[in-house]
C-alpha cells in the first residue's frame, strides 16, 4: 500500500463545531491544514438546516444523528442536546468508513466537555459569544487527536 | 442527459400504432408501405369523429408522459403512434439471402454503422416509432344515411373493411404484430342484434381471433375509459410481442458471436476493419436490454446493460499485445470515431443502469454504478493530464478526482456531464419516485429505536426498498460515506465544481498558450474552449441547486449558493447582480453572528460596491469590517481604516455613482450592524428634583482588542435627548495631538487609567457645558457644546459624564448618539438609537459607573439598574390637612365637618379641594342642607378656596348626610394646588401638573335612635260600620236573649282598627330634641280602602327631656276601611315621622339646621284574610257559682253562603246551657249569634268549653283565637265617649260587666281561658 493511499485510509476529524440553539456559532475549529476555515463554516452553517430537516422528518429520540450531507469529500456529522445545542463534526471522508457507534462516542465526548464547560457559574449559555474557554478548547482537541487511534495502529 | 441522444437513455415502454383516428396519408415520397385495399371515405357529418376528436387528444397527453410518471402503475400504458391512414407496418428483410443485411447493421455498407459502428440510435427509433408491439385499428361501422343516397351500400362497405383488416391483419402478422380492431357505431336499441351479427360477420370473414381482438366502442359511452380498459387488457399478450423478438435477437447474436469466442478463437475471427466479437455482444446485449426494457422486464434489461457495459469496457482496456485479440491493432482506437461513439454508448449504458436501479429502488446500486463508471473511464488517456502547472481548485470526492494531478479539459467537461446526468436523475427520484433523501439513513433500529427502517427511508410505507440493500446496511450499522445518497442538489454542486475545474483548466491553458508553442490539439481546445461562458453555466446549475434545496426548505444552503452565484456573477463583472445577491445573504448571517461568513460576504460587498461606485453601501461595509467581531487579520485592518478614512476625506478618490450633493452626508445607523464601538447611557438616579442635579454617563466601548486597528478620532459627538434643548454637542480638541493614550489624572476634568490587561478607560467631564449655535449639515442648531477629546483606539473605554439640571419638570432620555467624522468631501456619521437593546458584548465593562470626586482616585460602582431614563420632578409645597368634628355622626343627621388646611410652606399656594365620603351625600353650602337629599352631590370636585398665605391656613365647612347605613364611613380629601406667581398658566382640573395631597379618615355613622314598631290586629265583635246601632249593646245587657239566631243587614264596608306600637329606645352617647313624630300615611294603592289613624293619649315632645339610654313607648291606633269584597289586601301604611336635633349641648358646630327628618317604615298589613271570623264574648268578671253568658259571634265575611256547623264539648269546669251541636247556614256579610250560659264549677284559670266549628263550603275550620285582648282592648273611636270598655295605660275600667273579645287566628290553636275568682263576700 503506497503511503498516500494509506493516508486515504486514516480516518481524520478535520472539524468541530458547536452551534448554539439560536443557529449562531459558539465555536467552530479547523483541524485540517488542507481546507480553509471559511469553508468549515459554510459547512457548519448548511447542518443547522439539515439538522433542523431531520429533526422535523422523524421522531428522533437519539441525540446522535447520524451522517448529515457530503459536500465534497468532506463528510458532516451531526448531534443535537438536549438543550437545542447542536455539535457537528466534520470527517475527511477515507476509504474506511466510521461506525456510527464510535462517532455517537466522539460526540459524547465533545457533549461531555461542553457540559463541563456549562457548569462553570461565570459562563452564560445564553450569551451569543463564542466559546474562548481554554480547558474546553484543550478538551475538545484531546478528543480530536485521540480520536480513531486504532485506525491509525491498523494502517 | 441532454449531452446524449434521447432515445439511448429514454425508459422506453411498450409502442401501440393507432390507425384509423387520423385521416392523413403517407407522404407521396414515403418509403413506409401502403395499404393495397380501398380506404372507405369517411363520414365526417357522423357523430363518431367526435369520438375520436376525443381520443386524439388523449393519446397524445398519454404520450407524454414517460414510465416514471406511471410508476407502480404501468401496466396498459402504452407510447402511442399515430400511423397514416394507409400505412403498414415495414415487412421484415425481404431478402433471404444472408449476406444482404438490414440497413442498420455494421456489416451493410450503407449503414451508420459499417463499418465498426455498434448501435445507433435508429434501431431504436425503428422500434419506438415504426414498428409497434400492437396495432389498434378503429373503424366506423356502416351507418344508414337516409339523406345521403350518394353513398355507398352497407354491402360495399362492409367489404371494403373486410378487406382492409385482412391486408393489416397480414401486415401484423408477418412480425407477430397483435393487431385489434375498434369499431365505433352510432348505437341504437333496435341494431342491438344487428350490431352483434355484423361484429360476428367480421370476426368471421377476417379469421380474427375470438378473444381480444375485436372490440366495440358505441357512441356516447366515454371513449377513453374504453380504451384504457382495452389498453390493460391487451397490455400482457401486446408485449409478449417483444419476448419473441427477443428470441430472435439471441438467434442472431448465436450467428456473429460464438457460443464461446474465449476459447474457441478461430471459429468466426472477425475480419480485418470489421466489428469485433465484443462489438457484436455488445451489440446484442444492448439489443436484448432494450428490447427486455420495452416489455418492462427491468431485472433482465439490467443483467443485459451491464454485460453490455463490461464487454464494451474490455474494449477500451484491450491493446495489441492482448492475448485475446491476435491482430496488432486495438479493439478501440484512441481517439478515432468508434471509440468516443463507443465513449458516448457507455455514458448512455450508465445513464440506463443507474436510471434502472433508481426506478427498481436500489439507489445504492445506482450510485455504485455511477461511481464505477467515472472510476473505470477517467483512466482514459485523454483524461489524464500529467502536467504540474495543473491543479485542482475544488477538493473533488475520491471517486471523481482525477488519476493524476489534475485532469484535462475533457475530463472535466465529461464529468461535469456525468454528474449533472447523474443529479437529474437523483432529482427525478426524489419527485417522480418519491424516494426520500439521504438515503441510507441512521439506523435507529440499532440505537434503541424500535420504527422499522425500511419505512423511515421511504415516504410511502408500502412500498420498501430493495431488501438487499437495507439487510447490508443494517448490518454493518456503518453510514458509509462512499455509498450515501444526498438530495439532487448536492450533485448539482458538485456538477458547479467540475464546471470550475474546467473553467481553471482552460484559465492554465491560456496562461500556458503565452509561455509556451500549444499543441495544435491544445490550440483547438482553446479556441473551442474560448467560446464556453463557464459563468453563465455554473449559475444554472448552482439556481437548480438553488431550486432543490429551497423546495426542501433548506434556507442556509441557499445561502451559501446565492454566495457561490453571486461570485459568478463577479466573475462575469455583473457586480448589480452579485450586490443584490450578497446583501440579502448577509442580513441572515449578521442575525445569527456568523460572522466569520460575514466577513467573506462584506468582503466581496467592498469589491462589488468599488465596481458599482455605491459609496454609501461601500463605507457601511467598511464601518462593518471595522468591528473586531469580524475575522480579518491586522494588516487587513488597517487597510480598510486607512481605506475608510482615505474615502471620507477624499485623498482617495471616489467616482460616486450616486449624486455626489446627496451623498456628501453618509448615515450608518449602528444597530444595524457590528458596530466596532459600542454605547451605553446611564443616569445616576431615576428621579430628581427640579434645580437638583443628576450625573449621567455616556460609555463608547472599543469592543476589542483589535479595534480599532489604529487610534481614530472623531469630529464630533452628538447627544440628543428627547428634549432639544438638553442635546449635547462635543467637539474634537485638535489641538490634542497626544496619541500615546498614557495615564492620566487631571483632577475633575479628565482621568485616563490603563489597567494590566491593557484596557484604556477614559473619564471626561463634560458638565461644564455651554450654549453653541452649532453649524451642521442638517443646518444651524443650537447645542450645549465643549471641546474634548475625541480619539478612540482598541480595547477603550471612554466615558463621559455630564449633568442635567433645570427647572422643568421632565422625562429626559437620550434618544441617539451620533459620531461623526467630516471631512471637506463628506461627513460620516454615526448614530446609535437603539439603548434599551442590548448589543454590547462588553456587559461588566459597561454596567460600571465611575465615581471621580475632587482629585481622589476613580471608583468603579456596579449599578445594574440604572438606566437610560431621568424624571426631573418638582418639589412640592407641603400642606396639612386637618378636620374638625363631633365623634359620631348620626344617620339622617346633617353632619357638620371643618376642613382645616394649612400652608406650612414658605410660598403661597393656591388650592382645590375635592371631598367625598363613601355612601353619603355631601355639599358645602349652609343653604343646601335644609334642602331635599336629591340637591346635594355625591362628591365635591375642584371647589376653589383660593389662595393660602404662607404659614396660614384655611377653613372650610362641609356638610355630610348620610341616611342609609351605620359604621365606618372613608371621608376622603384631595387637595389640588400650585404655587402662585411661580406656575402662570395651569391647565384646568384635572391635571398632573398640579401638586396634589390626598387625606382621608373614617367617620363613624350610628343611628340617633333605635325605633321598633309592631302592629296588633284590635279586636271587635262586629265588624261592619253600621249607622245607628250601636256595638256595645250587648254590654247592656242583651245576654239573655232567647233567639237561636239573629240576621242582621250590613252595608260591605268593614272596619279594622289596628294598634302601632312604637318603642323608641334613645342613645347613650348624645342627647336628642325630639319635636314631633307622625304618621306619614301613605295613600292606599288599592281603590276603596281609607287609612286615617290617631295618637293614644295627648303628647307634646317638645316637652320631653329625653334621657340617654332610654326607652319609651307610643301608640297610635289605626283604622282601616275596607270592602269586604277585597280579598286579601296587603297594604303599605306609610313611615313614621320623627323629627329632632341634637341636643345643643351636644354638638360643636351650631348649624342652621332646622330638624332632622327620620323615616321609620311601617310594617304591612294585611286585611280581609278570614272569610269567617269568629268572635266571643265573655264578662270580665267571673266568679264560682255564677253563671255568665258566653257569647259567639260567627260572622261571615264572604259574599257566599256558608253552611256552618257547630259543636261544644262538655268540661269539667263548666257546665253549660245552649247548643251542644247545631248547623246553619250564614247568609253573605251576617253574622250568627251563639249564647251558652256557663256555670263556673271551680277557681282558677280555667278552659272554656271547647268550641269547634266545621265550614262545609270552604273546607276550612276555624278556631277561636286565644289571645285574651283584655289588655288591649281598645274603644271604637267613635265610641270613646262611652269609655265603657277603654283601656288606657292609666285608666282602670270602672264598670263590671266588661267583657273580654276573642277573635280567631289562623295561627293559633289554643283554647279560651277564662279566670273564675271566687266570690268574696
Known sequence: ?155 | MENYPIENIYQQVPVLAIVGLTNTLLNENSPEPRLQSQIIEPNLNSPLTSIKGQLIPYFTEQNKLNAWDVYKKNVGFFHAIFFERNRLIRPRKTSTDPNVHSELSPLNPNSPLYPKGIMTTKWIQKYTSQIPCTMLFFTDMYEYNMNDQTGISERDYDKLITTEIIERKKNCQERGIKLIIIVMIKYRETELSRIDEKVNFYRKTCGLDAKNTIFVLPYGSNPIELIANIKKTIYEPSVNYYRELNRRIKKKKSKHVPSNALFSPGSSQPTEGSMSISGWNVRYDLKSAFIAEFRQDMDIAIKNYENAYLELRTMFSSNPSNSNNNSNKPILEPNSKEWEDAKALADCINIKICQLYFYKEQPLSAFSQFQTHIQKYKILPEYINNNVNYTTINRIPSYAKPESSNGTIQYWTWLTIQIKAFSELVELTQHKLGLSLPYPTLNYKNAGSALNTSALLHSSSTSSLNEYENDLYLQKNITDPNMFIQQAGFYYILTSQCVEERWNCYKILQNESTKRDLSPQEKKILIEESKVDYASIIIDILKKAYEQFKNQKNGRITLYLARNIAKMYEEKNNYDIALKFYDRISKTYRNENWNVLLTDILKSIVKCSKETHSYQILIESLVELLSGEMSLEFSERIEIQEELLGLISGTIPFQMNEDPLNNRNIHIKLNNINSFVSYKIKFNKAETLINTPAKFQLALNTNNIKSPAKPLKFSKLLINFNDPNFNICLNNNENDKDTSFESVNDGENFRRIKNKNGLITEWINIKDLKRETVKTNFGSEDFLCKTVNLSICSNMRKVFEGEINTDIPIDLKVTSVSMIIESNVSNLILTADDFDQEYSICKTRDSSWIEVIGDEPEKLIPCENNKNELRIIKQQPELNITTKHDTIAFIDEVFPLELEIENIDNENIHAYISVMCIDCVITDDPNEINKPLEQMKETLEYINIGTIQSKQSIKKMIYIFNNNDIGNKALKVKVEYFIENKEAKLPLLPSPKYYSKSYEENIEFKIAFEISTSIIYQNQYQPFEQEEQIDYELLEGESESEEDEELIEYNTNKIEYYKLEVTLYTNNVCKFDINSMELMLKKPSIPGITISYSILGNVDFRTIDWEMGSKVNYFFLIKIVSDVSLKNSIIDIGDLLIRWKRHPDFQIFDIPISLNQSFIPLHRIEINSEPIKITTAVPSNVYLGEVFTLTYYITNLTLNIEELSVTMNSQNSFSFAGYKQTSFDLLPLSTHILHYNLYPLTVGHLKLPEFNIQCKSQNINPKICSTKLVVTQQPHPQSTSLNSNTYDGNITPTTSSTYSIYSIDKNQTQSLYVFVKPRVL
Not at chain 1, 503506497?2 to 479547523?30: H, R
Not at chain 1, 463541563?116 to 450569551?127: Q, R, T
Request: hydrophobic content about 40%.
Open chain 1, 1 to 155: 500500500m503506497s503511503l498516500t493511499a494509506a493516508l486515504n485510509t486514516l480516518t481524520k476529524i478535520s472539524c468541530v463545531a458547536i452551534i448554539g440553539k439560536m443557529n449562531n456559532p459558539m465555536f467552530i475549529k479547523n483541524y485540517s491544514n488542507e481546507v480553509d476555515e471559511l469553508k468549515f463554516h459554510y459547512l457548519a452553517n448548511i447542518s443547522c438546516d439539515l439538522i433542523e430537516a431531520k429533526i422535523n422528518q422523524t421522531k428522533y429520540n437519539d441525540s446522535y444523528l447520524g451522517l448529515l450531507y457530503i459536500m465534497e469529500d468532506l463528510a458532516v456529522y451531526g448531534y443535537l442536546t438536549n438543550t437545542k445545542m447542536k455539535i457537528i463534526i466534520i470527517l475527511t471522508i477515507s476509504i474506511n468508513p466510521v461506525k456510527d457507534m464510535e462517532m455517537k462516542q466522539i460526540f459524547k465526548k465533545v457533549h461531555g466537555v461542553y457540559s463541563n464547560l456549562i457548569s462553570n457559574p461565570f459562563y452564560d449559555p445564553d450569551s451569543r459569544n463564542t466559546i474562548t474557554s481554554t480547558s474546553f478548547i484543550k478538551g475538545v482537541d484531546k478528543i480530536v487527536n485521540t480520536s480513531f487511534q486504532n485506525d491509525v495502529s491498523y494502517s
